[in-house]
């Protein structure tokens, strides 16, 4: 079965083709996220524009690099939640639209299982069940998964999401959305001596994460740094850097937790915020001490793709599941 899959939910337009045979054979990305960073964050209305002006071009573009024609897929899926309503209309109508056009199945999906299923489009998957670590801009959680479907919830943030976090300590420090990516690139040149940040809620038991307190703490710390007249560029690196380590080290202490208290083996990491290198380098550690395997996906797979939705909705169709026809989702909030 050629999969299409279609992830418009945020600041991100992608598409996919995924054969259920062959594995991924083609995908195609276009990021807002130049477009956005002027406001300092996504800017709802522009996204939806935006993913409506790029999203045919690049189904078109992924069909030429397959050299398929459109009425060779067999399938449709797409974002259906959680995210931004109108972006992810964009991408629900289109999927509608082509489907009752080729009279073929069309399926929404949850944009987090498509980040939890995303290091199954790797070479080595990872099989069940194991752990998953998902944190992205809007989510951090921990989950057992025993298969497609079968989730359950260890723990999760009881405030913000890590990816948040880091986004907002970004605009603290003066640096670009998104704020990932910027926070770890100055905190290679902090001092990880410096300064010590909390490692929150892991003091006590339990999986679940808060990250608020961490970024009323960085704030706190720049303004005394500010006030003595010692806010320079050091000190700004040194504060990225104690910052991202107490996120990396909380991250790492509940990720122990959770394979101690589920006896399994395998760790998957998934989500924007996976792509951190410091946070690959410190779990592969743990993970090797415990005779464990850590899974995540390549770069362009960690943050938001459509080959992750592709594939996990041609998980879900080859279970049987498919919308009725005339019924596209576009959930928001879906937990
Ligand atoms: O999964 P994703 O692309 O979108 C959501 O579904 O949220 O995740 C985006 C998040 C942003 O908060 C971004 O700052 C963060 O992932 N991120 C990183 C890194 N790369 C992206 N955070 C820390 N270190 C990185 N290298
Ligand atoms: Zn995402």
Known sequence: MRVLGIETSCDETGVAIYDTEQGLVADALYSQVAMHAEYGGVVPELASRDHTRRLLPLIQQVLDAAGMRRDELDAIVYTAGPGLVGALMVGASTAHGMA?????????????????????????????????????????????????????????????????????????????????????????????????????????????????????HTLTALRQLEQA?????????????????????????????????????????????????????????????RKARVYYPRGRFCTDNGAMIALAGAQRLLAGERDEIGFMKAVPRWP
């Open 229 to 289: 007249g010692e806010l320079d560029d050091q000190a700004r690196a040194d504060v990225a850097r104690a910052f991202e380590e107490a996120v990396v080290d909380t991250l790492v202490i509940k990720c122990r937790r959770a394979l101690d208290d589920t006896g399994l083996k395998r760790l998957v990491m998934a989500g924007g915020v996976s792509a951190n290198e410091r946070l690959r380098e410190r779990l592969a550690r743990e993970a090797d001490k």
């Open 100 to 216: 009752r056009a080729l009279n073929v199945p069309v399926l929404g999906v949850h944009h987090m299982e498509g980040h939890l299923m995303a290091p199954m489009l790797e070479d080595c998957p990872p099989e069940f069940p194991f752990v998953a670590l998902l944190v992205s801009g809007g989510h951090t959680q921990l989950v057992e998964v025993r298969g497609i479907g079968r989730y359950r919830l260890l723990g999760e943030s009881v405030d913000d999401a890590a990816g948040e976090a880091f986004d907002k300590t970004a605009k603290m420090l003066g640096l670009a959305y998104p704020g990932g990516p910027e926070v770890a690139r100055l905190a290679e040149s902090g001092d990880p001596g410096r300064f010590r940040f909390p490692r929150p809620m892991t003091d006590r038991p339990g999986l679940d994460f808060s990250f608020s307190g961490l970024k009323t």
